[in-house]
């Protein structure tokens, strides 16, 4: 698939994300309480519908995705539940992120006093000081701007959401592209503005964070909350509140290696399995992780670095195809057993 497939590919998977968020506001308990918000959940929806057949003809992967778009359509013709709305949007998404080739994610984050200057400067006008959606220009503008104070809008939009909004901006409305900032600061103002409506929960402590960074980025809270039955709702927010506590868990190497090889095993089982993203996984495993540790290891222990190079390399070719139940897995188990073994050595040494 060539790049613009992909950049359609997410733009949909956005559509999708704004459906579920913004059908509060159409529908209520069965009936349509706003006449023009629910059209334009209407149109959305087919518009889905429209470009996902375009897509599936150039995609033998694409799978069910239009029995997808077609069922939440259809959803939306009937007035649903929110709630079912939204699991249908997000499995729809998550289809289509699993088609796509992961965005590149930051690797750091600018420091907070950075951030809320470049906000004060550039957003604050619109989004209010504080992000209630209240600044000196609001009054003016029709949609208003955002409030990312609003908690149950920010439960319901990824920070991958928020970051192609910031991007892309939004058609129709005064929300400009802000393509004159880096990468990095639109990153940054991402995490920012979707951690604002959580701030009340950041000071609970005590839950170390299980979601990678992929995860966290690609999910909404609502979402992550479901696949982490392992950690609560507070945790979540909390993470959304002080991402930076992400990030101090990503510098870690072996951690990087521990959650590639992780979701490498996962894109292997998805569906018909994706192996060429499997293997670009465990490939990111050792080059973003296991390699910048290497000789430090090798220093401490040297046959255990071997036997983890092994490992690794044992891995990348059972990610080339298809394999018996188990197989990846209790490679994969066997490995991260011994990287574990390896994160004691280095921590000890130093
Ligand atoms: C000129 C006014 C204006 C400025 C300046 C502005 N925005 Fe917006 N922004 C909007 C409006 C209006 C919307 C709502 C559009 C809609 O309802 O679809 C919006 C929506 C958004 C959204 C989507 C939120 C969601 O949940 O859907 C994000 C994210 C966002 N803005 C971030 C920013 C950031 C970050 C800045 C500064 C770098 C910024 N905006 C500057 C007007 C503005």
């Given at each position: ?10 733009q ?10 913004d059908?509060?506001?159409?529908v ?7 006449d023009?918000?629910?059209?334009e ?12 057949s375009?897509?599936?003809?150039k ?7 239009t ?12 007035k649903?539940a ?10 729809l998404?998550?289809t ?9 994610l930051?690797d750091h984050?600018l420091?907070?006093?950075t951030v ?8 604050a ?5 504080a992000g209630?959606?209240?600044g000196v ?7 208003a701007?955002t ?11 990824s920070?991958l ?37 959580f ?10 964070p299980?979601?990678?960074l992929s ?16 950690m609560?709702q507070?945790?979540?927010e909390?993470l ?5 506590l992400l ?14 090889l992780?979701l ?8 018909r ?7 670009a996984l465990a490939?990111s495993?050792?080059?973003d992780?296991?390699?910048?540790v290497?000789?430090s ?7 255990l670095?071997q ?6 390399m044992?891995i990348?070719?059972?990610?080339k195809?298809?394999q ?7 490679a ?19």
């Amino acid at each position: 698939m060539s790049d613009d497939g992909f950049a359609q590919m997410r733009q949909l998977a956005q559509l999708a994300e704004y459906i579920a968020v913004d059908y509060m506001e159409a529908v209520r308990d069965g009936q349509v309480v706003n006449d023009g918000e629910y059209q334009e959940m209407l149109e959305f929806s087919q518009l889905i519908v429209t470009n996902i057949s375009e897509i599936q003809d150039k995609s033998a992967d694409a799978g069910d995705l239009t029995d997808q778009a077609k069922a939440l359509q259809e959803a939306i013709q009937n007035k649903q539940a929110i709630e079912t709305i939204r699991q249908m949007s997000g499995s729809l998404r998550g289809t289509l992120l699993a088609l796509m080739p992961q965005s590149s994610l930051p690797d750091h984050l600018l420091s907070k006093a950075t951030v809320k200057g470049l906000y004060e400067s550039q957003c604050a006008s619109c989004h209010g000081a504080a992000g209630g959606g209240d600044g000196v220009m609001a009054e003016q503008l029709e949609p208003a701007p955002t409030d990312f104070t609003s908690k149950e809008r920010a439960l319901n939009r990824s920070l991958l959401g928020l970051y192609d909004a910031i991007s892309n901006g939004i058609d129709d409305t005064a929300m400009p592209a802000f393509t004159q900032l880096t990468e990095e600061e639109r990153w940054s103002l991402a995490f920012h503005v979707g951690g604002l409506a959580f701030q009340s929960g950041s000071e609970v402590t005590g839950e170390a964070p299980s979601v990678t960074l992929s995860q966290m980025v690609n999910h909404t809270p609502v979402q992550l909350a479901a696949e982490h039955p392992e950690m609560t709702q507070k945790g979540i927010e909390r993470l959304r509140a002080k991402p930076e506590l992400l990030f101090q868990e990503t510098t870690n190497p072996l951690k990087i290696t521990r959650d590639q090889l992780l979701l490498a095993q996962e894109a292997h089982q998805h569906q018909r399995g994706d192996y060429q993203t499997a293997q670009a996984l465990a490939v990111s495993a050792y080059l973003d992780g296991f390699e910048l540790v290497e000789n430090s290891l090798d220093a401490q222990d040297k046959a255990l670095r071997q036997t983890l190079e092994a490992d690794m390399m044992a891995i990348r070719q059972l990610l080339k195809q298809a394999q018996s139940p188990g197989e990846v897995e209790s490679a994969v188990s066997r490995t991260l057993a011994r990287l574990d073994d390896a994160d004691r050595l280095l921590s000890e040494s130093t």
